[in-house]
């Protein structure tokens, strides 16, 4: 058959397909249609009126509201109810995968995605202590790390005698130009992080990174990336509340930085939400924060107090000036002044 013959078959065939998808695919309306026939399947109701969520801090301004048995609920905590999220069968899963990496005895078996912060050093005790893993911890130096979370980087790993390296790079134009547009830089640089690590993983053929990441993938904790690797979010796998995770740091050398905000590693998040704040009068945190109520992993009191607008100390705005981010701090030293 000759390459003419050959892409015209093609070509047929690619027609054909198309058609079939375009019978199928099913319009926006169809499709919201269909999602309010099976909402109203299983018991949840539109809810039209203002209504806070039951279960977690979303309202009728912030998600669609539902009514299901006699309580409202928002979307998000109705596909939850929907769709039970398991977290025996998740952490059964997860363990076996860390399992199966322990047995083929390499050198590393793992990659941690390693920050210094509170919820990887507690993965890494984790790895360490109870699943008696050995992971090579690694860090993604973006330009805006705390110098407190490099060093808790360099305790805790000499502490349980692992390999750690510092992969440097530098997210500066990124952040500004984020923070400039008033939009949360977190999911963006989350990823980039992430980017680093495979590409990591790839070049040491290491197939497993780990983070201390505590919510679920949807209804799993692992993922596959490309090339075979699996990215893991080990804390899925022992769904510890943020005051038992404070109680494992409380016993290892580790410090806990003020950097405004939740965070214990990051420089620029307390002035990325000062920023957002200030457009929206809302946390970019709001949605994860929901999440973490709905599976039980914070009060609504935590949850509500961690979305307040944060301080952010001025030795922090300057050092972020120093490592060239565009903050504005006239405001905060004249106040200082009075
Ligand atoms: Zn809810």
């Not at 860090?139 to 110098?147: E, I, L, P, Q, S």
């Not at 002035?271 to 949605?287: C, G, P, V």
Request: charged share 30%; proline share 3%; glycine share 4%.
């Amino acid at each position: 058959m000759d390459d003419a013959t050959q892409n015209n078959k093609d070509n047929i065939k690619k027609d054909k397909l198309n058609k079939i998808d375009k019978k199928y695919k099913l319009s926006t309306e169809l499709k919201f249609a269909k999602k309010t026939r099976e909402l109203e399947e299983f018991g949840a109701i539109p809810y039209n009126k203002y209504a806070e969520c039951e279960l977690c801090i979303h309202t009728s301004e912030t998600r669609p509201m539902y009514e299901y048995n006699g309580k409202k609920f928002c979307i998000e905590c109705i596909n939850a109810l929907r769709f039970p999220r398991n977290f025996e069968k998740m952490s059964e899963e997860l363990f076996n995968h860390l399992r199966v990496q322990k047995q083929k005895n390499n050198k590393y078996d793992c990659i941690l995605g390693f920050s210094g912060g509170k919820d990887s050093v507690v993965a890494l005790y984790l790895l360490v202590n109870d699943l008696k893993l050995k992971p090579l911890c690694v860090t993604v130096d973006n330009g805006y790390m705390a110098d407190e979370a490099m060093e808790n980087c360099k305790n805790i790993a000499k502490y349980f005698k692992v390999d750690w390296l510092v992969l440097n790079r530098d997210y500066t134009k990124f952040f500004n130009k984020m923070i400039e547009r008033g939009e949360s830089p977190c999911r963006i640089c989350s990823d980039m992080n992430m980017h680093e690590l495979w590409h990591f993983a790839r070049q040491t053929n290491i197939t497993t990174i780990v983070t201390g990441h505590e919510l679920p993938f949807g209804t799993t904790a692992l993922r596959n990336m490309k090339k075979d690797i699996t990215l893991v979010r080990l804390l899925v796998g022992y769904k510890l509340s943020e005051k038992e995770r404070y109680e494992i740091l409380d016993n290892l050398p580790w410090n806990k930085p003020d950097l405004g905000g939740y965070t214990t590693n990051c420089l620029v998040l307390g002035y990325a939400l000062q920023e957002f704040y200030k457009r929206r009068n809302i946390s970019f945190e709001y949605d994860r924060v929901s999440a973490m109520i709905r599976y039980g992993l914070m009060t609504k009191e935590e949850a509500l107090s961690s979305l307040e607008c944060p301080e952010v100390p001025l030795e922090v705005l300057k050092e972020l000036k120093n490592r060239g981010l565009n903050v504005k701090i006239e405001k905060v030293e004249k106040s200082n002044n009075i």
